[in-house]
Antibody, heavy 116, light 107 residues
Framework: EVQLVESGGGLVQPGGSLRLSCAAS????????MSWVRQAPGKGLEWVAN????????YYVDSVKGRFTISRDNAKNSLYLQMNSLRAEDTAVYYC?????????WGQGTLVTVSS | VIWMTQSPSLLSASTGDRVIISCRMS??????LAWYQQKPGKAPELLIY???TLQSGVPSRFSGSGSGTDFTLTISCLQSEDFATYYC?????????FGQGTKVEIK
């Protein structure tokens, strides 16, 4: 059974940093692109970033470019999102998802709240 | 950037109804479109990809159609578990954007 479990969310002040993790199991992690998608409270879905199987290609939505970094550790079956210079508008539930397109399995999400 | 218009934003329906949700693109995207269902407090789930291919395990009352700029998600006979929010997503061009969502509520 495919499982994706996010962790690392929480309350952080504007300008702060946070690192999200996504633990994958039930499939060959190193064979798949992986993605992050976020959802602000009461709002729709926004694609954030994705990363190729070997980490050699990474893509970001413009609003996070230069502030967020996606990475992966295939030996640990884990996906990461390093978020720096956080803003109030980054407040959202962050989901990790399998594949680039379409997103066929999703984790349960982790809430990031950016507030003073 | 491809602009997406998903409609309606809110749909009131009864169990057993046939429901149609539309997703329109500002330019052609071939069949690079997916549909997702999201229930309150839960992660989205993939229903349909490549505009009309049903994801494994998804009930056959769900169907997708269209290509180019106009797409539809049809639920042939609405069940109680189908009351949720539905999103389309284009993955033809970067960034792979989602529609605004359609909430299907009980009439």
């Amino acid at each position: 059974e495919v499982q994706l479990v996010e962790s690392g969310g929480g309350l952080v002040q504007p300008g702060g940093s946070l690192r999200l993790s996504c633990a994958a199991s039930g499939f060959t992690f190193s064979s798949y692109w992986m993605s992050w998608v976020r959802q602000a409270p009461g709002k729709g879905l926004e694609w954030v970033a994705n990363i190729k199987q070997d980490g050699s290609e990474k893509y970001y939505v413009d609003s996070v470019k230069g502030r967020f970094t996606i990475s992966r550790d295939n030996a640990k079956n884990s996906l990461y999102l390093q978020m720096n210079s956080l803003r109030a508008e980054d407040t959202a539930v962050y989901y990790c998802a399998r594949r680039d397109y379409p997103l066929d399995y999703w984790g349960q999400g982790t809430l990031v709240t950016v507030s003073s | 950037v491809i602009w997406m218009t998903q409609s309606p934003s809110l749909l009131s329906a009864s169990t057993g109804d046939r429901v149609i949700i539309s997703c329109r693109m500002s330019q052609g995207i071939s069949s690079y479109l997916a549909w997702y269902q999201q229930k309150p407090g839960k992660a989205p789930e993939l229903l349909i990809y490549a505009a009309s291919t049903l994801q494994s395990g998804v009930p056959s009352r769900f169907s997708g159609s269209g290509s180019g700029t106009d797409f539809t998600l049809t639920i042939s006979c609405l069940q109680s578990e189908d009351f949720a929010t539905y999103y389309c997503q284009q993955y033809y061009s970067f960034p792979p954007a989602f529609g605004q969502g359609t909430k299907v509520e009980i009439k």
